[in-house]
């Protein structure tokens, strides 16, 4: 036992020795080493530079040639702390995070196309560029973990090879891939030189992800404080709950210019309950927010309270004027808001509509638009919903809000429409349809997990969109255009897969507003055999006033598993605060 662990623990140091500095022996590599990234924090070098040793030129083993978002920093911190023996204070941990976060991150354009993963979002990943990737990173994790990273050729490979140390399965990923019609390794054996699905997946990286980027030396140049301290208007949307508007006040915080409290108060728009929070957050990199909030929980607080304590993941634009990602809770990070912040202005500005969806021929029909700053006087010609909307009369208005009615010409293009109020504009705000020719239940397919009082339990919200079929004339298709919720019914229905199946009777319950609660973790004595109360259901909406060409209510499905508890989390990057 102690031989496997000294292994385990002396083969990432042989992997870090292959690295750029290491590079630099005729006998390893012809090509000059790339150069690394300068660390400047004192602090970076004392903590670290026992194992990271520093060359002459303030280059740090691995370090320097290693950039990542703050999720990826902190993981790295915890490995050292909990492997390695680093010895760090919380406020040194801190400070170490800020620095390289900040000083060896990411750029705002490189870390937009996977802000779904700090984000906690699921959804299927559509850039995978194939199969060999596939099977050598994605089948462990998504490739938005790998693609957070930028390195260098040699740190990747160097990652490939503390993989192989430390999981096992990992050897067996790196030269089978998936091992499904992709790589065919009896054939490698006729040809030794054609390339594993690491090989492949490690050129894919060093390409896509390198050290070095036009777009980090740009953010590098222009990098500056984040200067956010003041009033946000605030939009957001929750599935099953439907939109909220309001705003955020934001604070200097520490005396530091990268830490700020928040206060926020957002309006339901369906029902005008209002929302009060206060958090903290950290900005690193003078873009990438990262706090948590609080709010005021009910009585007896249901796993959707809105005053749940939350974690909030932004990405602020470089310019600072605007920002957008999302607030979440839950043991499975499963309920959150979608949100946007804006800056105030002295000029009529557009926040939101009370409606997603407006139908041709339709007359006098109420649209409420939420404001900043309008004028005193508002007339219908003000407002421009696009071409076949005509603004009929305003209804009131107040400096905050428009009440205005619109008609809709029967033979109005449908598809999505901006809203303008002067040099204001609302982008697809509202869709103008004729029909609703299918309902979609979101999540398509879902995960639930059971829990109990030791392992708490992982919800799902659903909710059904309406959609007209695009110019195309076929469903589903990428020029369908999406209307919005609809107001459905909703129902467990069985998912069949073996004889005698009788999963809807245990696995748990379905609300009006499409929250599903899972059982209780099992066995269940008044199931067969006492299995446990897993199982797999179609969860099924049914719209209350669509139907379809034959008169029948129209009617969307997602297929759901609900699964046992995820017994044991080895790890939950917290970077927040």
């Given at each position: 036992m102690?031989?496997?662990?000294?292994?385990?623990?002396?083969l990432?140091?042989?992997?870090?020795?292959?690295t750029?500095?290491?590079?630099?022996s005729?006998?390893?590599?012809k090509?000059?080493?790339e150069?690394?990234?300068?660390?400047t924090?004192?602090l970076?070098?004392?903590?670290?530079g026992?194992?990271?040793?520093k060359?002459?030129?303030?280059?740090?083993?691995?370090?320097?040639?290693?950039?990542?978002?703050?999720?990826?920093?902190?993981?790295?911190?915890?490995?050292m702390?909990?492997?390695?023996?680093?010895?760090l204070?919380?406020?040194?941990?801190?400070?170490?995070?800020?620095?390289?976060?900040t000083?060896?991150?990411?750029?705002?354009?490189?870390?937009?196309?996977?802000?779904?993963?700090?984000?906690h979002?699921?959804?299927?990943?559509?850039?995978?560029?194939?199969?060999?990737?596939?099977?050598?990173?994605?089948?462990?994790h998504v490739?938005?973990?790998?693609?957070?990273?930028?390195?260098?050729?040699?740190?990747?490979?160097?990652?490939?090879?503390l993989h192989?140390?430390?999981?096992?399965?990992?050897?067996?990923?790196?030269?089978?891939?998936?091992?499904?019609?992709?790589?065919?390794?009896?054939?490698?054996?006729?040809?030794?030189?054609?390339?594993?699905?690491v090989d492949?997946?490690?050129?894919y990286?060093?390409?896509?992800?390198?050290?070095?980027t036009?777009?980090?030396?740009?953010w590098?140049?222009?990098?500056?404080?984040?200067?956010?301290?003041?009033?946000?208007?605030?939009?957001?949307?929750?599935?099953?709950?439907?939109?909220?508007?309001?705003?955020?006040n934001?604070q200097?915080s520490?005396?530091?210019d990268?830490?700020?409290?928040?206060?926020?108060?957002?309006?339901?728009?369906?029902?005008?309950?209002?929302?009060?929070?206060?958090?903290h957050?950290?900005?690193?990199?003078?873009?990438?927010?990262?706090?948590?909030?609080?709010?005021?929980?009910?009585?007896?607080?249901?796993?959707?309270?809105l005053?749940?304590?939350?974690?909030?993941?932004?990405?602020?634009?470089p310019?600072?004027?605007?920002?957008?990602?999302?607030?979440?809770?839950?043991?499975?990070?499963?309920?959150?808001?979608?949100?946007?912040?804006?800056?105030?202005?002295?000029?009529?500005?557009?926040?939101?509509?009370?409606?997603?969806?407006?139908?041709?021929?339709?007359?006098?029909?109420?649209?409420r638009?939420l404001?900043?700053s309008l004028?005193?006087?508002?007339?219908?010609?003000?407002?421009?919903?696009?071409?076949?909307?005509?603004?009929?009369?305003?209804v009131?208005?107040?400096?905050t809000?428009i009440v205005?009615?619109?008609?809709?010409?029967?033979?109005?293009?449908?598809?999505k429409?901006?809203?303008?109020?002067g040099?204001?504009?609302?982008?697809?705000?509202?869709?103008?349809?004729?029909?609703?020719?299918?309902i979609?239940?979101?999540?398509?397919?879902?995960?639930?997990h059971?829990?109990?009082?030791?392992?708490?339990?992982g919800?799902?919200?659903?909710?059904a969109?309406?959609?007209?079929?695009?110019?195309?004339?076929?469903l589903?298709t990428?020029?369908?255009?999406?209307?919005?919720?609809?107001?459905?019914?909703w129902?467990v229905?069985?998912?069949?897969?073996?004889y005698?199946?009788?999963?809807?009777?245990?696995?748990g319950?379905?609300?009006?507003?499409?929250?599903?609660?899972?059982?209780?973790?099992?066995?269940?004595?008044?199931?067969?055999?006492?299995?446990n109360?897993?199982?797999?259901?179609?969860?099924?909406?049914?719209?209350?006033?669509?139907?379809?060409?034959d008169?029948?209510?129209?009617?969307?499905?997602?297929?759901?598993?609900?699964?046992?508890?995820?017994?044991m989390?080895?790890d939950?990057?917290?970077?927040?605060n």
């Amino acid at each position: 036992m102690k031989t496997l662990l000294a292994t385990i623990l002396v083969l990432p140091l042989l992997a870090q020795a292959q690295t750029p500095q290491a590079a630099t022996s005729p006998e390893v590599t012809k090509s000059a080493p790339e150069e690394g990234i300068p660390v400047t924090s004192q602090l970076v070098i004392s903590k670290c530079g026992a194992c990271h040793t520093k060359d002459d030129k303030g280059n740090m083993l691995r370090i320097s040639w290693e950039r990542a978002t703050p999720e990826g920093w902190e993981e790295a911190i915890k490995r050292m702390v909990r492997l390695r023996g680093v010895s760090l204070t919380p406020d040194e941990a801190r400070s170490v995070l800020k620095y390289l976060a900040t000083y060896h991150g990411l750029a705002p354009e490189e870390a937009k196309p996977i802000m779904y993963y700090a984000e906690h979002r699921v959804q299927d990943e559509t850039i995978i560029p194939n199969d060999n990737v596939k099977g050598a990173c994605a089948n462990c994790h998504v490739l938005a973990r790998p693609l957070s990273w930028r390195r260098s050729a040699e740190d990747w490979k160097d990652l490939a090879n503390l993989h192989i140390a430390l999981y096992p399965q990992a050897d067996e990923a790196f030269r089978l891939g998936i091992n499904a019609g992709g790589f065919d390794e009896g054939q490698h054996h006729l040809d030794a030189g054609a390339p594993l699905p690491v090989d492949i997946a490690l050129e894919y990286l060093s390409k896509t992800a390198p050290l070095k980027t036009p777009e980090w030396a740009a953010w590098r140049a222009r990098m500056r404080a984040p200067k956010l301290a003041g009033r946000w208007l605030v939009s957001a949307s929750l599935p099953g709950r439907g939109k909220f508007y309001g705003e955020m006040n934001v604070q200097a915080s520490n005396g530091t210019d990268d830490e700020f409290t928040t206060s926020v108060k957002l309006t339901s728009v369906k029902d005008g309950a209002t929302i009060s929070r206060t958090g903290h957050s950290l900005v690193y990199a003078g873009y990438a927010w990262r706090g948590r909030s609080k709010g005021t929980l009910a009585a007896n607080p249901t796993p959707d309270d809105l005053g749940s304590d939350m974690r909030e993941v932004m990405w602020i634009s470089p310019d600072q004027s605007m920002a957008e990602g999302r607030w979440f809770w839950g043991q499975y990070q499963e309920f959150g808001f979608d949100v946007k912040l804006q800056r105030p202005s002295a000029d009529p500005t557009l926040i939101g509509a009370d409606r997603s969806l407006l139908k041709a021929g339709s007359q006098g029909t109420r649209v409420r638009l939420l404001a900043e700053s309008l004028p005193a006087q508002v007339a219908a010609s003000d407002l421009d919903f696009g071409t076949g909307v005509t603004v009929k009369r305003i209804v009131s208005h107040s400096p905050t809000e428009i009440v205005a009615e619109v008609d809709v010409a029967k033979d109005a293009v449908s598809g999505k429409r901006d809203i303008s109020f002067g040099r204001s504009v609302l982008p697809s705000a509202v869709a103008v349809y004729d029909r609703i020719d299918y309902i979609k239940v979101t999540p398509d397919s879902a995960l639930a997990h059971l829990g109990s009082e030791k392992h708490p339990k992982g919800y799902q919200q659903f909710e059904a969109v309406a959609y007209q079929r695009g110019a195309a004339g076929k469903l589903h298709t990428a020029d369908d255009v999406e209307l919005g919720p609809i107001d459905v019914n909703w129902s467990v229905e069985e998912f069949y897969s073996t004889y005698g199946d009788d999963d809807r009777e245990f696995v748990g319950s379905l609300s009006n507003a499409g929250l599903f609660n899972p059982a209780s973790d099992g066995p269940n004595p008044q199931r067969k055999f006492s299995r446990n109360n897993y199982g797999d259901v179609w969860v099924v909406a049914t719209a209350k006033n669509e139907k379809d060409k034959d008169g029948k209510p129209l009617i969307g499905k997602s297929y759901l598993v609900v699964t046992v508890p995820v017994y044991m989390q080895w790890d939950q990057p917290e970077v927040g605060n």
